[in-house]
T-cell receptor, first 113, second 113 residues
Framework: QQQVKQSPQSLIVQKGGISIINCAYE??????FPWYQQFPGKGPALLIA?????SEKKEGRFTISFNKSAKQFSLHIMDSQPGDSATYFC????????????FGSGTQLTVLP | DGGITQSPKYLFRKEGQNVTLSCEQN?????MYWYRQDPGQGLRLIYY???????QKGDIAEGYSVSREKKESFPLTVTSAQKNPTAFYLC????????????FGPGTRLLVL
C-alpha cells in the first residue's frame, strides 16, 4: 500500500522559475514530513522538513506548504537554478509504534540554464 | 571527519552467491537502517536496528539478512534467495531521540553478472 503519493514523476523548469512538487499521504499518524534531495550516484540529503502544526516553512529558496485537512504538502523551489537539478523525495514519519520513514516515489527535477 | 561510509561503491554478484554490503557510522547514532532504491519506486525499507543486537524487518526483508554486533556497524547480506537484487542500496542512521531525522550514506550499487 503506497502511503505517500508524489507527483510529478519528472519536471523541467527554466532557470529562475518556480519548481513545485506535490505529495499526498494517507496515514493520519504521520507527524513529520521531510523532503530529501538526491544527486545522481549519491545518498539522499535532508533538505527541509515540516510538522503538521504549521502550514508553511521557508528556508532560503525552499518552502514547504502543508494542508492538513487535505492531507497534502508541497515543495516550492523559488528562483530555480541548474544546481537544483536532482531527484526530490517527500516522506512521512510516524512517531508511533512504527517510527519509520515512508517515502514517495521521487521527482526528477531538471533546471535548464 | 564524521559520517556514514558504505563499501564497496559497486558490487557484482554471481548467480547463487551471497554478498555482504558494509555500513559504518562514527556519528554515535544508535539507530541504523537499510533501504533499497529502484528507479521510479523511491526508497523501500529492508531492515532497521534501534540498538545493538536487535533488529526488525522492514517492508521488503525477504532475501536479506543483517547483524548488529557493534553500534557503529550494520552490514547487510543479500542472499541467493533474493531473485532480483540489482538495485542501489542505501544505509542510514539517526541520532537518539530524533528518529525522524535520518542521515544517508553514499550507497552501494549491486549488479548481477
Amino acid at each position: 500500500q503506497q502511503q505517500v503519493k508524489q507527483s510529478p514523476q519528472s519536471l523541467i523548469v527554466q532557470k529562475g522559475g518556480i519548481s513545485i512538487i506535490n505529495c499526498a499521504y494517507e496515514n493520519t499518524a504521520f507527524d513529520y514530513f521531510p523532503w530529501y534531495q538526491q544527486f545522481p550516484g549519491k545518498g539522499p540529503a535532508l533538505l527541509i522538513a515540516i510538522r503538521p502544526d504549521v502550514s508553511e516553512k521557508k528556508e532560503g529558496r525552499f518552502t514547504i506548504s502543508f494542508n492538513k485537512s487535505a492531507k497534502q504538502f508541497s515543495l516550492h523551489i523559488m528562483d530555480s537554478q541548474p544546481g537544483d537539478s536532482a531527484t526530490y523525495f517527500c516522506a512521512g514519519f510516524s512517531s508511533g509504534s512504527a517510527r519509520q520513514l515512508t517515502f514517495g516515489s521521487g521527482t526528477q527535477l531538471t533546471v535548464l540554464p | 571527519d564524521g559520517g556514514i561510509t558504505q563499501s564497496p561503491k559497486y558490487l557484482f554478484r554471481k548467480e547463487g552467491q551471497n554478498v555482504t554490503l558494509s555500513c559504518e557510522q562514527n556519528l554515535n547514532h544508535d539507530a541504523m537502517y537499510w533501504y533499497r532504491q529502484d528507479p521510479g519506486q523511491g526508497l523501500r525499507l529492508i531492515y532497521y536496528s534501534q540498538i545493538v543486537n536487535d533488529f526488525q524487518k522492514g517492508d521488503i526483508a525477504e532475501g536479506y539478512s543483517v547483524s548488529r554486533e557493534k553500534k557503529e556497524s550494520f552490514p547487510l547480506t543479500v542472499t541467493s534467495a533474493q531473485k532480483n537484487p540489482t538495485a542501489f542500496y542505501l544505509c542510514a542512521s539517526s541520532p537518539p531521540g530524533v528518529r525522524e531525522t535520518q542521515y544517508f550514506g553514499p550507497g552501494t550499487r549491486l549488479l548481477v553478472l
